[in-house]
Nanobody
Framework: QVQLVESGGGLVQTGGSLRISCAAS????????MGWYRQAPGKQRELVAS???????NYVDSVKGRFTISRDTVKNTVALQMNSLKPEDTAVYYC????????????WGQGTQVTVSS
């Protein structure tokens, strides 16, 4: 059974930094594409960052240069370092794992709230 458990969300001021983490069980993140999605109230869920099994990273334009996705294959965790945070980054952030064959995101964590105050 796949379990993804996020931690590290919270309240931060504009311009501040926050690091959120995802602990995975039931899968080996090193052979999966992993991602961070976010969903703000009244908006669709969007893919913020992803890291492939080969280690390649991708970011949505709005966070490029500010967010960094990383993984620790020994601890089986994925992290998202968020710097220069803006109020528009406020959302629930979800860790996601793609299928081994399909490469489609199919497993999700429960989410962690990130709130950036102006």
């Amino acid at each position: 059974q796949v379990q993804l458990v996020e931690s590290g969300g919270g309240l931060v001021q504009t311009g501040g930094s926050l690091r959120i983490s995802c602990a995975a069980s039931g899968i080996r993140i090193g052979i999966r594409t992993m991602g961070w999605y976010r969903q703000a109230p009244g908006k669709q869920r969007e893919l913020v960052a992803s890291i492939s099994d080969g280690g390649s990273t991708n970011y949505v334009d709005s966070v490029k240069g500010r967010f960094t996705i990383s993984r620790d294959t020994v601890k089986n965790t994925v992290a998202l370092q968020m710097n220069s945070l803006k109020p528009e980054d406020t959302a629930v952030y979800y860790c996601a794992a793609a299928g081994l064959i399909s490469k489609v995101f199919q497993n999700w964590g429960q989410g962690t709230q990130v709130t950036v105050s102006s």
